[in-house]
């Protein structure tokens, strides 16, 4: 016993004690770890005021075609709808007109059953006549290939019109799944504005006040551009003006001559302009209404996919204006440039459309003076602005 005792104390004295090797790797690697990402968030640039302003201006640009896209599938989901419900109609009638071919045929089976409950002889033999036997007979042999008829008819417009009735829904399911990666996408765009705007915030009293420079300075070149179209319009306006009285005295100088000479005229050069002048009277007559109607909006807030009449998207207030005139825009701005006569910059006229970005993703109605009234983002409302303050697409006269 005293021997295992001193055996037990000897393995006790001489067991190593050491450190777990797994707590000082874990204390390193933490360490080490906590290290990288401290050197890594202070290795990553700041993005510049420049950028900034550029990614805002961007994904504000995304946001409006991702708008554009929203009002073409709601567009199109609306009259898929439309078609949905004429085809269920559709359906219901032949349905309803199947049932009562097949209560008339069952009257008629019944009828033939009871009939069948008679040999043939003794149905001659209580017949008022022979011929009356063979016309009874022969009615209901026709009327019962009739039927017959009828109910494959119908059965088959049942199954046509049950097979439209899956492809207009399956053609809906799709649409609504459209229509909701779009909403999704919409979110999403917003999600990178909701981080625009969190980097905004964060910037300095000094780069906000850089910012707002640059966003001063934008502005300005888009007036100053807007103030030189508006001089060129009134030189080119006092240039017509001129040339048309020239012209109306011209001609009024030449009728006294004639009147002096011989008495009689000859009524040329009175019809060339009157064509022409209606033309423009009748368009300048819609842009009228189309440019009161815009400038009544003036103040409203700008709502994606909204076309009024409390709010309002770009497309909404263009297409809105123009039916005041009478002319029916489609809905998206991919469609609208597609309405009326392409114009270029320069021959712009009141109540025409300037189309802007590559994308085709906004558009305004043009004023005069270089200037359009518009919708123009999130978190703005209705104005007048210059044209020149975005990327010019391209211009459209609707009527």
């Not at 063979?134 to 494959?152: C, I, K, N, P």
């Not at 001559?257 to 050069?269: F, I, L, P, Q």
Request: aromatic share 6%; charged share 25%; proline share 4%.
């Amino acid at each position: 016993m005293a021997a295992l005792a001193s055996h037990r104390k000897t393995r006790t004295r001489t067991r190593p004690r050491t450190k777990s090797p797994a707590v000082g790797f874990t204390t390193a690697a933490l360490a080490g770890m906590t290290l990288l990402s401290t050197q890594s968030a202070q290795a990553e640039p700041r993005p510049s005021v420049e950028e900034v302003q550029k990614k805002v201006d961007d994904l504000y640009r995304q946001a409006g075609s991702a708008t554009q896209q929203y009002n073409k599938a709601k567009e199109e989901t609306a009259q898929q709808r439309r078609e949905v419900g004429q085809i269920l109609d559709d359906v219901a009638k032949r349905t309803e007109s199947l049932n009562e071919a097949r209560r008339t045929l069952g009257s008629y089976a019944a009828a033939q059953y009871r009939t069948g409950a008679v040999t043939p002889t003794a149905a001659l033999l209580f017949a008022d006549s022979p011929q009356a036997y063979f016309d009874q007979t022969h009615l209901m042999d026709r009327l019962s290939d009739e039927q017959r008829g009828a109910v494959a008819d119908f059965e088959k417009q049942q199954a046509a019109a049950a097979k439209q009735r899956a492809k207009a829904t399956e053609s809906l399911e799709t649409l609504t799944a459209s229509q909701q990666s779009l909403r999704t996408s919409k979110e999403a765009v917003q999600n990178k504005l909701a981080e625009a705007r969190t980097l905004l915030a964060e910037l300095t009293a000094e780069e906000k006040a850089r910012l707002a420079e640059l966003e001063r300075k934008k502005a300005e070149e888009a007036r100053r551009k807007a103030e030189e179209r508006a001089r060129a319009e009134a030189e080119a306006k006092a240039k017509a003006e001129a040339e048309a009285e020239a012209e109306r005295r011209a001609q009024e100088q030449a009728q006294q001559e004639e009147s002096a000479g011989t008495g009689t005229g000859s009524g040329t050069g009175t019809g060339t302009g009157t064509g022409s002048s209606t033309g423009s009277g009748t368009y300048a007559a819609k842009a009228e209404k189309v440019l009161a109607f815009a400038r009544a909006q003036i103040g409203k807030p700008y709502v994606w996919g909204a076309t009024g009449p409390s709010s309002f998207d770009c497309s909404g207030l263009t297409q809105a204006a123009w039916k005041e005139a009478g002319v029916e825009l489609p809905r998206t701005t991919w469609d609208q440039v597609e309405v009326g006569t392409r114009v270029a910059t320069a021959d712009l006229l009141p109540g025409d459309l300037v189309f802007f970005y590559d994308d085709i993703s906004h558009v305004g109605i043009y004023i005069g003076d270089g200037k359009m009234i518009h919708a123009p983002k999130p978190g703005t409302n209705v104005r007048e602005e210059s044209i020149y303050y975005m990327p010019i697409y391209g211009s459209v006269r609707p009527a």
